[in-house]
Each structure stands twice: as structure tokens, then as C-alpha cells.
């Protein structure tokens, strides 16, 4: 009998990650009636174990069998493996939470994780896809999952009005995206990003007006999920309205995989036409920067204030795009990491403050924290100055190395107005360090219960890796650089 040339045993691993999180989170379902408890920690337990073996997977893929997969519509290589692994440790911090959430808000606990489990199965696939059907297969899956958890306590009207805000646009941005892979399939004759890069370099590469539309459809759809200027609006209500570790969960995993998503299509197929893209992927990362920016600044809700905060990252993110260089991707990659750490961080630090209801999530409620609780304090200062870019911290390098790449690309103006968005960020961020530090201990401080081993450990882990980064940025770097060279 003659091999399949899409399908090798070899491919089973290759694809192994993704076969355990579907599998865990399809049982999960399965052991819920059996169960009976509203609330078990069995399940977040189980989560762990998937996440954790899950990323096992994923590296020991990469080591043996890198490659690609099922006639190349996926690729095992340095890129997929960086962001297969990225989202799963973001899968692991947000499960680590979410046992005393889940618990002070009597959530259900089993479709929660089953739901987590799956959105990061869908995260993983469009890391390693090769293939623009295999690309949005996989963001589908995270979608769908996505807006269920941002609406997962349904009595919850803000919750209500987030999810349906953010699945209305978030349709609409699909749409956009498949009619950007139906205009390339029709100018090139296929959805492979190799074949497709092979074909717009060629000598009957088809009109660059033609494949341009294409481009901007599927940014269209791109820059929704990553929440970049100016389809960023659905972001800070969802990530008010959503449960806090869903928001943090929301501003690092999803958005980590959609820019890997975003590079490898902008690096790899629409390569050839870089110069046409370039100056809308410039205007979007000022665009991103400043509106986010500005707009934290006026905000006194804290999970809104990081949800701007997470729109001015994603135009940082797109500087490194536009220079359109191995260095940019290898610092995009670098960031993102650096950001996931800060970020789903101090949504812990958010959670664990916000109580029963979600009440306590104004700038004034952490007035005098560092009094009351002064380990959640001192992480979540870690976490704030990263996010400011302070040196010894992974947001430091992260911004260093995204800038340094702009001006090797000679991005001189972009770099100059990044710069000083990066001073405005500042204010706000030193805006909830001054509440924590010098100010006299609020109610929410005084009635924060102490921190539980999963809330310690939603503290501590992210914390170490921001301060890793920042003083051993070299191994990252250099793992990220040796990957980027990968999407030529």
C-alpha cells in the first residue's frame, strides 16, 4: 500500500500539543456530570497537567521531528515552538488564579478550564500553521472559546455587553480575513505562505494592487485580534466586562498567537510586496501607541486603564514589524514574552485585590496596598515598572531591542514618537504605584483575604520571569533570533 504523502506517523507528534489539550479539555466535559461539584479544584489541577505536558510536547517535537507537517500545512520549527510554548505558560498563569476566583465568585469550574484548554488548542495551531485555511481553523477555535469565557458568569451584565460587543466585531474582523484569503487564493492559485511568497516573487507575480487588497483585508482581520489602531474599541470594555484572569488571559495568549500569525503571513507570503504594507503597518504602531497611551491616561478603572495599556504594547509590537527585518521579528518575539510575563501579572495582582463581584477595581482601591499586602504590592510594582520599560526588567530589553531594530531600518521618526509614548505610559503606570505606596490603605486593601498558594504562585512565577529577562535577556534573544531567520 503506498504512503499518504499528507499524513506520516511522525506527523502525530508534530501535532501532539494540540492532541493533548483537546483531548484533556473533551474529558473535563466528560467528568463534569460524573463529578457533581459546582466547584473543584480538580479540574484547574488537571488543567496544569495538560498545559505542562502540552509544552513538554511541543519541545520535544521541535527536538526530534521539526519539519513540516501534513503536506505542509503545518510547520514544526524555532518560530512555532517559541509561541506554542509562550501560550501555554500564559495558559499556566491563568489557570493558577483562577482556583480562588473561581471559589469567591461560585463559578463553575469545568467548563472554565475546558474552555481555557480549548482557546489555547487554537492559539497553538495558528503558531504552527503554514496554511491560511490551517491559520484561521485555529483561530476559530480560540475565537469561539474567547468569547465564551469573556461572558462565563452570564448574570454578570457587563460580562453580557463585553462578550457580545467583542463577538460582533470579532465576526466582522473574520470576515475580512477570508475575504483577504479568498482574493490571494484567487491571484496565486494556492494558501500555502511558501507558495505564495513563491509566486509574488516570480516573473508572473500577479498585479501588486490586486495582492495589496488582499494584504489589507487580512490586516483587517490581524489587527482586530491583536487589538491594534483603529480596530482596537471592542478592548477595553472586554476587558473590563470579561472575569479579570479571562482578561489577562485575553492581552497575552490570543494576542501573543495573532502576532505570530501576523509575522509569519507579513514576513513569509507578503514578503515580496513589504514596501506597500510597510506604510500602513507604520501608521497602525503610531496609531496604537498614542491612542492607547493617552486614552490610560484618563482612566480610573484599573483593568481599563490596562486594556489602553495593552493597545499602545500592540503598536510597540508593530514597530518591530515594520522594520521588516530578522532583528524586528526576533524582537517582536522577545517582547511578547517580556509582555505576557508583566501583563497577565499584574491582572493577578487585579484579581486577587477586585473581590467578590468584581467590585474593587478602581485606581482608589489600591490605596495604601503595600501596607495590607505587601507581596502583592511589591510584584505588581515589578510589573508596572516593566511595563514602563525600566532597566533590569524584560520591558526594558523588549523596547530596546524593538527600537534599536526601527533605527537599523532607519525608522527614525517612528522610534522618536515611540520613545516619548513611552514617557507618557509612564505617568499612569506611577499613577497606581504612588496609591500603593502613599496613600492611606482603602477598604479593598483592608478587607484583601491573604494570598493563596495558586495566587502566590500567579505572583511570583510571572515576577521572576520579568526580572529573568531583564537581566539575562541574551538566551531569549538569541533562541528568537536563530527562529526569525526561519520565516525567509
Known amino acids: 500500500m503506498p ?22 479539555a473533551t474529558l473535563m466535559m466528560v467528568l463534569d456530570p460524573v463529578i457533581h461539584r459546582r466547584s473543584s ?7 496544569l497537567v495538560a498545559l505542562a505536558a502540552a509544552a513538554a510536547a511541543a519541545i520535544y517535537a521541535y527536538i526530534t521531528q521539526s519539519g513540516a507537517a501534513f503536506g505542509g500545512m503545518l510547520s ?27 471559589t469567591i465568585q461560585d463559578g463553575e469550574t469545568s467548563e472554565y478550564h475546558a474552555l481555557l484548554l480549548f482557546s489555547i488548542a487554537g492559539q497553538s495551531i495558528m503558531a504552527s500553521a503554514n496554511d491560511l485555511i490551517v491559520i484561521f481553523i485555529g483561530l476559530e477555535i480560540s475565537s469561539i472559546a474567547s468569547y465564551i469565557l469573556a461572558d462565563y458568569f452570564r448574570d454578570d451584565k457587563r460580562a453580557n455587553e463585553a462578550a457580545f460587543k467583542y463577538f460582533l466585531l470579532g465576526s466582522f474582523a473574520t470576515a475580512f480575513f477570508l475575504y483577504g484569503v479568498a482574493l490571494i ?35 483587517v482581520g490581524l489587527g482586530f485580534k491583536v487589538s491594534a489602531s483603529p480596530f482596537q ?41 513589504g514596501p506597500g504594507w510597510e506604510p500602513v503597518i507604520w ?27 495593552s493597545i499602545a504594547h500592540a503598536g510597540y509590537v508593530l514597530v518591530a514589524l515594520t522594520a521588516r527585518r530578522d532583528t ?71 523596547k530596546f531591542y524593538i527600537f534599536k531594530a526601527a533605527l537599523e531600518s532607519h525608522l527614525v521618526w517612528l522610534t522618536v514618537l515611540g520613545l516619548l509614548n513611552s514617557a507618557v505610559a509612564a505617568y499612569y503606570y506611577l499613577r497606581i504605584l504612588v496609591m500603593m505606596y502613599m ?18 504562585a500567579a505572583l511570583i512565577l510571572p515576577a521572576a520571569g520579568t526580572l529573568f529577562l531583564g537581566i539575562f535577556p541574551n538566551w531569549l534573544l538569541d533562541f528568537a533570533g536563530r527562529s526569525s531567520t526561519l520565516l525567509r
Do not use: C
Not at 494558501?191 to 483585508?217: C, D, K, Q, Y
Not at 495582582?349 to 468584581?358: I, P, Q, R
Open 233 to 273: 474599541v471592542w478592548a477595553p470594555d472586554v476587558y473590563q466586562g470579561a472575569p479579570t484572569p479571562v482578561s489577562g488571559f485575553l492581552s497575552a495568549g490570543p494576542k501573543a498567537a495573532a502576532f505570530a500569525v501576523f509575522l509569519r503571513i507579513f514576513m513569509t507570503a507578503f514578503e515580496p510586496i
Open 185 to 219: 487564493y484567487g491571484a496565486t492559485g494556492s494558501i500555502n505562505l511558501s507558495t505564495v511568497h513563491g509566486v509574488l516573487s516570480g516573473p508572473n507575480a500577479p498585479r501588486e494592487a490586486f495582492v495589496g487588497l488582499s494584504a489589507a483585508m487580512m490586516f
Open 439 to 456: 496613600r492611606e490603605p482603602s477598604e479593598a486593601a483592608s478587607r484583601a483575604e491573604p494570598l493563596s498558594l495558586g495566587q502566590r
Open 328 to 398: 524586528g521579528v526576533a524582537a517582536a518575539m522577545f517582547y511578547l514574552a517580556a509582555y505576557a510575563f508583566m501583563n497577565i501579572g499584574a491582572f493577578a495582582a487585579v484579581s486577587h485585590l477586585s473581590g467578590k463581584g468584581e467590585q474593587y477595581q478602581s485606581l482608589d482601591d489600591f490605596a495604601g496596598l503595600a501596607q495590607k499586602q505587601p507581596l502583592t504590592a511589591a510584584m505588581l510594582s515589578i510589573f508596572l515598572l516593566s511595563l514602563i520599560g525600566v532597566p533590569l526588567t524584560g520591558g526594558f530589553f523588549g
Open 3 to 24: 504512503a499518504n504523502p499528507m499524513f506520516n506517523p511522525a506527523d502525530l507528534i508534530r501535532f501532539l500539543p494540540e492532541i493533548i489539550l483537546t483531548v484533556m
Open 41 to 47: 479544584n480538580l479540574f484547574g489541577a488537571l488543567s
Open 283 to 309: 501608521g497602525s504602531a503610531l496609531l496604537s501607541m498614542t491612542i492607547g497611551n493617552f486614552a490610560a491616561l484618563l482612566q480610573s478603572n484599573v483593568k481599563r486603564l490596562l486594556a489602553y495599556s
Open 76 to 102: 514544526v520549527d524555532g518560530f512555532a515552538t517559541f509561541f506554542r510554548v509562550l501560550v501555554m505558560v500564559v495558559g499556566i498563569l491563568t489557570v493558577l488564579p483562577s482556583f480562588r476566583f473561581l
